[in-house]
């Protein structure tokens, strides 16, 4: 085989100087723009000496045929190196071009070759890929497998609608702060009344709830008497239930993954041991597949003195509810993926237990409102975790203010020590308004 080079003005005037000099046979290899000129590199006699291995032998045809797939990557890699007297592969983008105008346009050139040689085959596909889910599950030794495949999905998918959401929240409050320029500091607040405004502003509060609290500012002659007035507003618009002195029965204890929902239904489930006695209390762990999920129930079962049970269906739930609804209080813990569909299926067949919702004090709008605002889901109650004394839980009560969901408990500490205690919307008002960073000037 012998390697030659074209010169020419444009591809057209190089192929005509190709298909003159050495005929339909000649093989394109390289096609490469130098210096504004176009530079192909045609291989002579490849075709030739093809065939001649071809009928010589079929075995040795073979091994061609082989070596030319497994080595095309790097065939042009030597050709250059034969040319400029130097290793080393030829621009990312001039293997490109050549590969462009070698598809568009020397057609006929490759055409006599192609009869002969075979296009390489296609890179092997991934088998975890091209195999379905189900052969898949049965070669990790596991049905669980394409369980906990979709549980995952489920969660991602979730976290991805989350991100989603907190976008377009903050989208939303973009568009209404440049719409109103009240909270800029252009509406007319008192001198004095400048600081509480931007300790608002530093602490998170929400663009629609400032609104109405600057209304509230405005009509206040001093500091002390805003806060106080705030307080008050909050605390009078939000509604709570005393669950504590009245816990009895079936509850489901919902809640986000990470929002401390098995913590705060094992510090439930211990306090009320401590009433009306550890064989008076059930904590039943309901359809959560998470790793280590049924070893963290037991553990804050034990913690709190009480049996643990777990249930992976609506029938052994129910089985299980029949064979302990005797006792004064049963807690179900239930999975952090698909709330929604796993409160409407438990209370359909449970229509008596009261449905009870785990927030984060610390939770954003977004997170907040998914939770609250569940097409179909009626919550009883609003229990808050992560209620410590530098959070301020304006998104928390943002979102009550406008959905009529009663609290019931906070809890501090990530502990099943921290006892659960009544909450209510004076002393969620509290917690936000205290704090508040202040700078006097």
Known sequence: MELQRILARDTRSAMEKVLNLYGEDAMIVANNKVKGQTEIIVAIDLVSEVKAALS????????????????????????????SGQAGAPAQDAVEDSATDSAMTFGTAFQPVSEIISAPPKPARDPLIETPLEQVSQALNGENYKEAADREYLKAREIVDLVKQELSLMRSEFKLAQQKDSWSGTLAVAEEMRPLVEAFNETGMPLGLRESVIEVINQSTSMSEAIAEINSAI???????????????????????????????????????????????????????????????????????????????????????AEIGERKLVLIDTSGVDIESHINQLGSVLPEAQKHLVVAADASEASAKRQLKSDGVQWDSVMLSRFEGDVHPWAVIYLLLSNPVPLS?????????????????FRLAEQALSQLPLRFV
């Open 56 to 83: 010589k032998a079929p075995e040795q045809a073979a091994i061609v045929h082989k070596t030319i797939n497994h080595d095309i990557s790097s065939f042009g890699s030597l050709i250059e190196a034969q040319i």
């Open 235 to 321: 605390g009078d618009e939000i509604e709570s239930v005393d669950l504590l002195d009245n816990l009895h029965g079936v509850h489901i204890i919902a809640g986000s993954s990470g929002s401390g929902k098995t913590l705060m239904a094992g510090r439930l489930a211990k306090q009320m041991a401590q009433k009306y006695g550890e064989d008076q209390v059930a904590l039943i762990s309901f359809n959560d597949a998470r790793i280590g999920a049924w070893a963290q129930t037991q553990l804050i079962g034990s913690q709190a003195g009480v049996e643990t049970f777990r249930a992976s269906s609506i029938d052994m739930l129910m089985q299980l509810v």
């Open 409 to 425: 408990v906070a809890a501090m500490h990530p502990t099943i020590a921290d006892s659960a205690t009544p909450l209510d919307g």
